[in-house]
């Protein structure tokens, strides 16, 4: 079983950094692929980045490339977040989640492929 809790959450200004870590409490994180994704309020939720579970492949949204890297930590049991250059338009609630399908070793952006997800936590970027 997967039981996944982010932390790191918070307010900064435009232009500043935040790091979002996700833990598993279950013991087959590294049987999956880890996504992150997040949700503006009136928005759906959207696909952030996603890395393959032997963290060789890792995915971006367009809108996050450069600014943002996905890594993963698999005796911690742990994925993180590293996120620069944040703008106000990156406010949301960030979800991390699980994917035990995949096949290919290409990280999915598809957020139907994830069975996982924590309760997410608060990213708020002011102007």
């Known amino acids: 079983q997967v039981q996944l809790v982010e932390s790191g959450g918070g307010l900064v200004q435009a232009g500043g950094s935040l790091r979002l870590s996700c833990a598993d409490s279950g013991r087959t994180f590294i049987n999956y692929d880890m996504g992150w994704f997040r949700q503006a309020p009136g928005k759906e939720r959207e696909f952030v980045a996603a890395?393959?579970?032997?963290?060789?492949?890792?995915n971006y949204a367009n809108s996050v490339k450069g600014r943002f890297t996905i890594s993963r930590d698999n005796a911690k049991h742990t994925v993180y977040l590293q996120m620069n250059s944040l703008k106000p338009e990156d406010t949301a609630v960030y979800y991390c989640?699980?994917?035990?399908?995949?096949?290919?070793?290409?990280?999915?952006?598809?957020?139907?492929?994830?069975?996982?997800w924590g309760q997410g936590t608060q990213v708020t970027v002011s102007s």
């Open positions: 890395i393959s579970w032997s963290g060789v492949s890792t």
């Open positions: 989640a699980a994917n035990g399908r995949s096949t290919s070793g290409w990280p999915s952006s598809r957020r139907y492929e994830y069975d996982y």
